[in-house]
């Protein structure tokens, strides 16, 4: 198996929080990121529905949590990555202040390895999406097994929106992988989810950060291939990877063509037994639907190759592709620059998320919502002019809150 190079890489700093620490004193909307959103807009945090102007306290000086956190984070204290993970995952106000502090020191620590490094990461992200049932988990068992016996360091992170509904499928998902859980080289994060696609990115994002400040140079993203976040993880990792199962027709068909072609790697597991022959057959029809498909690189051309967690076959040529892969966009310049439109997308796609809150939560709007759509149902206002009125709302109270600011 060909050795990894370890990587250093290059991330855009944070903008430096406010000094001030703030509390919620109530919360009215349905969605606990709408003090964190009027943050964004007045940089002082108010609650919309009631416009109270919420409690602010002067930071521990003495505590600084964050900075003992980061210190035990890359000095690789097992327990501080799972502390590191929980803190930038809270909803709680005085705790997401820390976070920003934790991950700004992550950045700074990361940034400064890339400069040591010539500016390439120091971690591969790699993300596993295919439907249910495909055999994400077994493969990852396998193959980061693989890898830590060949010296990495591999983090493995849930992405699945759909757990908080399923009583959290991803959280059985440890006990698929009995070896890797018990390896003192690989870490496996099962985060169970708000259920707002938005707030899973945001925390996977942040996770993958803190893995990298932990050390791990393989990052694995698994996600389900339902509803959004596969999409959602092609956003937030170098290279995306399709998991297959050697079966037809209908499964098959559950394949959005629309992730078939964002990926760089189509994987057709479960290539052992009596499935052999048909993971073969599947493996022709991938090859030749990308073969129909534009082509989105003019240096990489997606592949389609055999595996099986259970006779751990193909796993070595697999990981040769994806080492290939890696190679090829360092030498090309495009790990970085794939990065940072990622980062930007998710700066954007987090800020969209926010105001929608705000403005779902006003409380000029959010009771008017159901009667509207109705309207707009029923053919008596058009979408266009029910938006113009709440949209004309929303504005009102804002300008109203500026001056009273
Ligand atoms: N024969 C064979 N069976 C496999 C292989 N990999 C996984 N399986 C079986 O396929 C089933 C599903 O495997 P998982 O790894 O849980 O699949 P998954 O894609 O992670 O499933 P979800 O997380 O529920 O989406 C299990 O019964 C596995 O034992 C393989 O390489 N060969
Ligand atoms: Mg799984």
């Known amino acids: 198996m060909a050795a990894l190079q370890t990587r250093f890489f290059w991330t855009s700093s944070l903008v430096k929080h406010s000094s001030r620490t703030t509390q919620r004193t109530s919360l009215h909307c349905r969605n606990s990121l709408v003090p964190h959103s009027s943050w964004i807009l007045h940089n002082r945090p108010l609650c919309l529905s009631s416009g109270h102007k919420t409690q602010e306290t002067q930071p521990q000086e003495a505590e600084r949590p964050a900075k003992k956190l980061f210190r035990e984070l890359v000095s690789e204290h097992r327990a501080a990555i799972a502390q590191c993970i929980t803190l930038v995952e809270s909803t709680h106000r005085a705790k997401q202040a820390q976070a920003r502090e934790l991950l700004a020191e992550i950045l700074a620590y990361l940034r400064k390895k890339t400069t040591e490094n010539h ?50 499928s991803l959280l059985g998902d440890k006990t698929r992988m009995p070896e890797l859980t018990r390896d003192m080289r690989a870490y496996i994060r099962a985060s169970p989810t708000s259920g707002s696609l938005g707030g899973v990115a945001r925390n996977t994002n942040d996770a993958i950060v803190v893995c990298e400040g932990a050390g791990f140079d393989i990052i694995l993203v698994e996600t389900v291939g339902v509803g959004q976040s596969e999409y959602a993880v092609a956003d937030m990792v170098d290279m995306l990877l399709l998991l297959v199962p050697p079966a037809g027709g209908d499964e098959l068909q559950g394949i959005k063509r629309g992730i078939v072609e964002k990926v760089d790697l189509i994987l057709v597991t479960k290539a052992d037994g009596e499935l052999k022959i048909p993971s073969r057959r599947v493996k022709t029809e991938y090859t030749s639907a990308l073969k129909l498909m534009r082509k989105r690189s003019a240096v990489w051309s997606p592949k389609v190759m055999q595996v099986s967690a259970v006779t751990k076959t193909g796993l070595t040529e697999a990981w040769d592709a994806m080492s290939e892969y890696r190679n090829i966009m360092v030498k090309y ?36 919502l159901p009667r509207m759509e109705a309207e707009v149902d029923q053919g008596r206002i058009t979408s266009g002019m029910a938006a113009d009125i709440l949209l004309g709302r929303f504005r009102a109270r804002m300008s109203w809150h500026d001056n009273d600011l």
């Open 119 to 168: 500016g390439i990461p120091p971690s591969f992200r790699i993300g596993l999406t295919g439907p249910p049932g495909a055999g994400k988990s077994t493969f990852i068992e396998a193959f980061g097994k693989q890898l830590t016996e060949a010296g990495h360091k591999v983090a493995v992170l849930a992405v699945d929106p759909s757990s908080s509904y399923s009583g959290g």
């Open 333 to 368: 310049d495009l790990l970085l620059p794939k990065r940072s439109k990622q980062h930007r997308i998710w700066m954007w796609n987090h800020i969209r998320d926010n105001i929608m809150d705000i403005f779902r939560c006003h409380p000029d709007i959010g009771p008017e």
